[in-house]
């Protein structure tokens, strides 16, 4: 029997569960519980988190699995696997497609069982509350420390520096914390840009202002319109006082603090990514001096919200372009984007140009591509396409359904499988509601037989030969399509921007725009063969 013992911890340490005690636990569990003849192997993660499964020794272990290395998975306790329990669920499901059983001597569970297996689920559910019920108590203490003003780190701010500083408490014990501090250089460029934009009243106009005397962040990039609306609306720059208090409640912002000329920090606006409620957001008096008069920065504040409500979005909808997606820049080899230009007096509609993306955000200081109609370079496409070899497009357009075909008989095994798997999950929360044995008896079949549905699943999918499938495609529909996308021009007012945009994406990977040359390269999905 050949055992793989795996071991974990965050921080080292040569007490309690060291890696070297659970490594001995492990092992001493095997030999009082079999009495054949085992073979150890140790993978050991020395000051890595349970949190995700991106550890050295645990993707090798993994890797040995998958080649049918061993019969059993021990390890101390169950967290060391993961706290995450979709990497959980995972990686039991990876051990028992690979006949590997998976023992946590701590919680006495053995997968080898129908109730060990349901009980791992179970208890990998609570291993994920304790880390989310801590995340919870970590998020609900920095929002205590932000209400003090204090700095809790990250990027700091344009116009700052991040410094450590020592004081003492009401005790006289020596603590540490983090504060914003002026940077002299850096902030006069903040000021430029309150000035600017209280002159002109428009991201836009601001950015490109810098952008033309080659101003830069403090990352080394242009400060492009999103970031300006970032500076201008923080309220880290503003003298604190009775009026800016007054503003930030006025929006829904909960405000902390006496105001005495310093500026705010503010906390708790976005999690995971996701902007938060502004109900929920805290601005707090910092302990660093404010820069931007109250009257200046709230003039700001409303002129922001003032042209945030009225702007038109100037990009074009895909129903009005062919390339949004595919379009890139020969210069930069950036994608490019439609636009909306002026009104046309000849058809009384809008025209729309494409723009690379990097000129367009540093207003031509690094790219210089010319714009191009959209109408103009679309029937250029268009018409390259229709000279194209006919036979060549054929058989690239039969390779496309063949592809597609298949990948939508992979997705019909994928979907089956999380349909079961899915009812396995709600079962097992069912199972800790169970009012007596014989129900949880009955929920225990349901749980394994659809566990064996699982793994026939998987094992179909694993091993079938997806070039056997029998794939059934109709040569005259390809010839219809190729024919509609060759002959696209004569057919336009037959057929919809949505319909040839979804015909030209089936088999157009990208295009290059060439301003200098006025040409296009275009790439067939699944080759980088140029047409022309």
């Not at 600017?196 to 009243?201: R, S």
């Not at 439609?338 to 009104?343: E, F, N, P, R, T």
């Not at 039969?398 to 079962?427: M, V």
Request: overall charge positive; proline content about 1%.
């Amino acid at each position: 029997m050949k055992v793989a013992i795996y071991s974990r911890k965050s921080v080292f340490t040569g007490k309690g569960e060291s890696i070297e005690n659970q490594i001995e636990l492990c092992k001493e569990y095997c030999n009082r519980n079999y009495d054949e003849k085992i073979e150890f192997v140790v993978y050991e993660d020395e000051g890595f988190s349970g949190g995700n499964i991106n550890r050295p020794q645990f993707k090798a272990m993994i890797k040995d699995i998958k080649a049918k290395e061993y019969d059993a998975l021990i390890c101390y306790r169950l967290d060391r696997i993961s706290r995450n329990v979709a990497d959980f669920s995972a990686t039991l499901e990876l051990l028992q497609a690979n006949n590997c059983d998976f023992i946590s001597i701590k919680e006495q569970f053995d997968t080898s069982t129908p109730m060990g297996r349901a009980m791992v689920y179970i208890s990998s559910v609570f291993a994920q509350l304790e880390r989310e019920t801590i995340a919870e108590r970590v998020r609900d203490n920095m929002v205590q420390l932000a209400k003090t003003g204090r700095w809790l780190g990250g990027i700091t701010p344009l116009g700052f520096d991040s410094e450590r500083i020592i004081y003492y408490d009401e005790n006289f014990k020596e603590r540490s914390m983090s504060k914003l501090t002026v940077n002299d250089s850096e902030m006069e460029l903040v000021k430029e840009i309150y000035e600017l934009y209280y002159e002109l009243k428009s991201a836009t106009q601001v950015s490109k202002r810098l952008a033309d005397k080659r101003i830069k962040g403090k990352r080394g990039g242009f400060l492009n319109s999103s970031r300006i609306l970032d500076i201008i609306s923080n309220p880290a720059y503003v003298k604190s006082d009775k009026k800016t208090h007054e503003y930030l409640k006025s929006i829904g912002i909960n405000v902390f603090g006496e105001s005495n000329g310093n500026g705010y920090l503010s906390y708790n606006k976005a999690r995971n990514g996701i902007e938060t409620d502004i109900e929920t957001w805290i601005a707090a008096v910092s302990r660093h001096e404010g820069i931007i008069d109250s009257d200046k920065w709230i003039a700001v504040q409303k002129n922001r919200h003032k042209m945030k409500g009225s702007q038109i979005k100037a990009v074009a909808s895909k129903s009005e372009t062919l390339l949004n997606g595919i379009l890139k820049c020969s210069v930069c080899g950036s994608k490019m984007y439609a636009k909306k230009g002026k009104l046309s007096p000849v058809t009384g509609k809008h025209n729309y140009y494409y723009i690379c993306s990097k000129k367009d955000s540093q207003f031509g200081v690094t790219c210089d591509n010319k714009n191009i109609n959209s109408q103009k370079i679309d029937k250029l496409v268009l018409n390259e396409l229709e000279t194209y070899d006919k036979e060549y497009l054929k058989t690239h357009l039969l390779s496309t359904a063949k592809n597609f075909k298949r990948n939508l008989t992979e997705n019909n095994f994928i979907e089956l499988i999380n349909e079961k798997e899915s009812q396995i999950g709600n079962l097992v929360k069912n199972l800790s509601l169970a009012p007596n044995p014989e129900v949880s008896g009955y929920i225990m079949n349901e749980i394994t037989k659809l566990q064996s549905e699982v793994q026939n699943l998987k094992e179909k999918q694993k091993n079938c030969d997806k070039d056997s499938y029998d794939i059934s495609v109709d040569i005259d529909q390809i010839e219809i399509l190729n024919d509609l996308l060759t002959n696209m021009l004569n057919t336009i007012d037959k057929v919809d921007y949505t319909e040839k945009r979804k015909l030209l994406h089936s088999v157009v990977e990208e295009v290059i725009w060439n301003g200098k040359g006025y040409t296009v390269e275009i790439n067939l999905i699944g080759s980088k063969k140029k047409l022309i």
